[in-house]
């Protein structure tokens, strides 16, 4: 069924989108050129709206198309799906593109597509778009690209010259998992396009150290994301996968989706009631103090805990099975030590190792600072005498406290706490 | 108690430190000119705004301060809250008086406090930046009415100039009453005469609007919608990150 009207096809390809996760608009610092359109400012990106879901709207999240010639059970688009399709056509896209960002609505244009005919032809017109929108309108916004699975070499190179990142999806963090769900993918065809990237962009960085005016190959790196509760993988596997993907160059980020039961007719899935949240909050959590926190992905998850504490962030989780590392002395530790004190975060942690050149920190400076002191008072000694800590309260004291006092301003209800 | 009555400007609080230090004799509250003094009141002293004092004052603080510090401080005027004079005095008295640079020493009440509405004030300069939605007008400006906590709309304009160089734009301060226009070459700042001739709740009166404007909105609406996943729903989070004092002038909330 071919759709004419441009709201019409919004309408669909906003929604054969919207399930990837992936928002950010960060990672570039581009100023505008003479006689060109938009910027972008680096730092954390900027997010332009916030959708009833409370997801940011950062970037224009649209598929070129969303007919596919794969047949994933964990995909909306998938050809056995009976949907309406639609797709646009390169000025259309630019168009809405342009427009959008005229009136300050978005930041760029993150385009992805569905697979028809073959990868190489998708990606050529993926590129298309990219290419019109630098070279035609002199488009210095940003744009992520989508690059297919299987696409070639040559083509995933042209667009690392006009995109800020690229991305790759791994969607199931395990091959056999994805070749059940789906059989006409596996990690090769994945793992690739991720290599040619890393690939082309660290040649331009050499590059780049010879000509300073070398064209910048996807200055915002890679991203890729994971499908959350879709397959019976644990918290370790899907860590464990993304601890290997950061270590290797270019990868910036990885995102992780809660599965939602889009195709609830499909056997091969779990019929979900309501997508996996806090385990997808948990695993971000984890995520962060592996990018921030330095912690080690076998500090977080082991074979003895392969997963997540759902009740507890990771963070504390690690401190309650590290006791013998507390107390830690706020005003002489080192700043990777008070990183790892719950409660405090790479903030207050910054701030504290400044302003304790000046004078000791005490109960109240460190509060006002901003640390979480509930949770923190049982890990640290400060310039006061020393509170009842871990050590004293043991590691099952300590999580009784917390998790109790998050249920009391739950049920509203005052309790008697006979533990003390 | 010591009270000093000034013309509430910059130059004017600078100014008022010189003096203070002059006098050996620092308030306790800083007034405007004109205001009628409080019941008790042992000392006060009228100050006049001196631009030689003023500048040696600043170029004392610049030299103590490092640069960030010195933005922040710009900041902090900025936010335009009671009293602020009466931090930044206490803030830059700490800064002559004290013999090493204390601007990390967030230890201070006062030094915490001024980070503090400083990055408050940072904030609300990024969130224009997210949340202004310009209108484009039949001649091909376009238009953004703002209605910021703070006076930051200074602040945000050299993004959308970098951003917007080959677009002519108005961002306009409805609560404050000015704006500045670009002209695709310079900024200026200008003041409507008839703002309610103009606007209507935010959207420009239908005579001066481009003829393709309703249709981008309604398409931005399309998609704003399009875009929600139902199982995800979380408005509390949506309001956190967007608070509803902005929503106002968002094309996407109808």
Redesign the interface.
């Known amino acids: 069924m071919m759709i004419a009207s441009?709201?019409e096809k919004?309408?669909i390809l906003?929604?054969a989108?919207?399930?990837d996760v992936s928002c950010s608009s960060s990672g570039t610092v581009r100023?505008?050129t003479?006689?060109?359109?938009?910027?972008t400012?680096g730092g954390i990106g900027?997010?332009?709206?916030?959708?009833?879901?409370?997801?940011?709207?950062s970037l224009?999240?649209i598929m070129l198309t969303n007919n596919c010639i794969y047949d994933c059970a964990y995909c909306i688009n998938r050809r056995s799906n009976d949907r309406p399709r639609a797709t646009f056509s390169v000025t259309e896209l630019v168009d809405?593109t342009i427009?959008?960002y005229?009136?300050?609505?978005i930041e760029g244009l993150f385009l992805s597509s569905g697979v028809v005919r073959n990868p190489d032809y998708t990606m050529e017109r993926l590129v298309k778009v990219a290419k019109d929108l630098r070279t035609i309108h002199r488009f210095n916004g940003y744009i992520h690209l989508k690059s297919i699975p299987g696409a070639s070499s040559e083509l995933i190179h042209e667009a690392g010259l006009y995109a800020d990142r690229l991305s790759v999806n791994i969607e199931i963090p395990n091959e056999k998992s994805l070749q059940r769900l789906a059989p006409e993918k596996n990690f090769k065809s994945i793992f690739q396009p991720m290599q040619y990237i890393r690939q082309h962009a660290l040649e331009s960085m050499e590059e780049r150290k010879s000509y300073r005016s070398a064209p910048r190959f996807a200055p915002a790196g890679q991203s890729t994301q994971m499908i959350v509760g879709a397959t019976p993988e644990n918290d370790k596997d899907i860590l464990q996968l993304s601890s290997s993907l950061y270590a290797k160059p270019t990868m910036r980020r990885v995102y992780y989706s809660g599965y939602?039961s889009v195709n609830t007719y499909d056997k091969r899935l779990p019929a979900l009631k309501?997508?996996p949240?806090v385990r997808e909050n948990r695993l971000y959590q984890a995520d962060w103090l592996m990018r921030f926190y330095h912690f080690k992905v076998n500090e977080i998850v082991d074979d003895s805990n392969p997963n997540l504490d759902l009740g507890i962030d990771p963070k504390l989780a690690w401190a309650l099975r590290h006791p013998e590392m507390f107390p830690i002395d706020i005003n002489t530790a080192a700043y990777e030590m008070i990183l790892r004190i719950p409660g405090v975060g790479v903030k207050s942690a910054m701030?504290i190792c400044?302003?304790?050149?000046?004078?000791h920190?005490g109960y109240y400076?460190l509060k006002?600072?901003g640390v979480v002191m509930k949770k923190a008072k049982y890990f640290i000694t400060c310039k006061e005498l020393p509170m009842q800590t871990i050590n004293e309260l043991t590691p099952l004291g300590v999580r009784n406290q917390l998790v109790q006092t998050r249920k009391k301003v739950e049920d509203g209800q005052l309790e008697l706490n006979f533990n003390s | 108690m010591t009270i000093f009555r000034y013309d509430k400007s910059f130059p004017g609080l600078l100014t008022c430190l010189f003096d203070a230090y002059l006098f050996k004799d620092f308030p306790e509250q800083l007034l405007e000119t004109d205001t009628p003094l409080p019941l008790f009141c042992d000392h006060n002293y009228t100050i006049v705004t001196d631009e030689q004092k003023e500048k040696r004052v600043w170029n004392h603080i610049k030299a103590k301060l490092s640069n960030t510090a010195i933005k922040q401080t710009t900041l902090c005027w900025l936010s335009e809250l009671p009293e602020i004079d009466l931090l930044l005095f206490r803030y830059f008295r700490k800064i002559i008086d004290s013999p090493i640079n204390?601007e990390?020493?967030?230890?201070?009440?006062d030094i915490?406090k001024i980070s503090e509405i400083c990055k408050k004030v940072s904030r609300e300069g990024?969130r224009l930046?997210?949340?202004?939605?310009?209108?484009?007008c039949a001649d091909n400006t376009?238009f953004?009415p703002l209605e910021p906590l703070y006076n930051t709309i200074p602040l945000t304009i050299s993004?959308f100039r970098?951003?917007?160089?080959?677009?002519k734009f108005l961002i306009y301060d409805t609560k404050r009453q000015y704006g500045y226009y670009y002209d695709l070459e310079t900024v200026t700042e200008v003041t409507f005469t008839n703002q309610k001739d103009n606007i209507i709740n935010g959207i420009l009166k239908k005579e001066i609007t481009d003829e393709?404007e309703t249709k981008?909105q309604?398409?931005?609406q399309?998609?704003?919608k399009?875009?929600?996943?139902?199982?995800?729903?979380?408005?509390?989070?949506?309001k956190?990150?967007?608070p509803v004092r902005y929503w106002k002038y968002?094309?996407?909330i109808e």
């Open positions: 441009v709201f919004l309408k906003a929604e989108a919207k399930y100023s505008n003479k006689g060109g359109l938009g910027n400012v900027v997010c332009h709206s916030f959708a009833a879901d409370g997801r940011c709207i224009l999240k809405l427009e959008f005229r009136r300050n609505y939602i309501q997508p949240l701030i400044s302003s304790r050149r000046f004078s920190l400076e006002r600072i | 204390i990390t020493n967030l230890a201070d009440p915490l990024h930046i997210q949340f202004a939605r310009f209108q484009k376009y953004a993004h970098d951003r917007f160089a080959d677009q393709d981008y309604k398409l931005w399309t998609y704003f399009s875009i929600v996943i139902k199982e995800r729903i979380n408005p509390k989070k949506q956190q990150d967007m968002l094309t996407e």
